[in-house]
């Protein structure tokens, strides 16, 4: 089985950096997503990591531990719309099946 | 390129009731999910087509759901009969299995309230 924990809810300031953590322990384990998801909206890919590092995307990035089960989030230069709830997803080791966690909201304050 | 559609957008019925949601992947997708996401958690997958092909059905309560993809395109979701706790987003994604990391695109959902 995989088990996927995120925390709950986080609170930033606009302009700000704030790091997301997921840790996940599975049973087999061929990559790690991110997604964005507004309210009332379909989650939105962010970014993939199947090797361990920082994997950069403009304001994002994502790092991959794979020995310690764990992977973060980086949010830089915080926009009030980057507030949302971010997913974290593990895929399994055959590829077919994408479990995800229950998410993290985050709320951006100016 | 169009994403991937779904209707109707919302749904109110009664318990007992039987409903059915649609969905048209993403063009040349041929893998297509069927995601259930309940307020405050993440989507849980109830099963996964691979062209019309069924490839993990293992969470879809069998005895109420079912789905279906004939033409290895469209695909609709139907639960019957309802219940409370079916009320939830159901959630339609595609993946181009050509591509290594299969990214799913999702579509908006179906937001489904039981009464």
């Known amino acids: 089985g995989q088990n996927i924990d995120q925390p709950t809810e986080m609170t930033a300031t606009e302009g700000a950096i704030v790091q997301i953590n997921c840790t996940y322990q599975t049973s087999g384990f061929n990559g790690l997503f991110w997604y964005q998801q507004h309210a009332g909206e379909a989650p939105t890919f962010l970014s993939y990591?199947?090797?361990?590092g920082l994997e950069e995307k403009g304001r994002f990035s994502s790092f991959l531990s794979r020995s310690k089960g764990y992977s973060y989030l980086l949010l830089k230069e915080l926009q009030m719309k980057d507030s949302a709830s971010y997913l974290c997803a593990v895929r399994d080791r055959y590829g077919n099946k994408l479990v995800f966690g229950a998410g993290t909201i985050l709320r951006v304050k100016s | 390129e169009a994403g991937v559609a779904q209707s109707p957008r919302y749904k109110i019925i009664e318990k007992r009731q039987s409903v059915a949601f649609w969905c048209n992947p993403i063009s040349g997708h041929a893998t297509l999910y069927w995601y259930q996401q309940i307020l405050g958690q993440g989507p849980k997958l109830l099963i996964q087509f691979q062209n019309n092909g069924v490839v993990d059905d293992s969470q879809l309560p069998k005895d109420r759901f079912s789905a279906e993809r004939l033409k290895g395109v469209d695909s609709t979701l139907k639960i019957q009969p309802a219940k409370l706790e079916d009320s939830a987003v159901y959630l339609c994604a595609s993946s181009s299995s050509t591509s290594g990391t299969r990214v799913r695109f999702f579509g908006p959902g179906t937001r489904l309230t039981v009464l």
């Open positions: 990591n199947v090797l361990d």
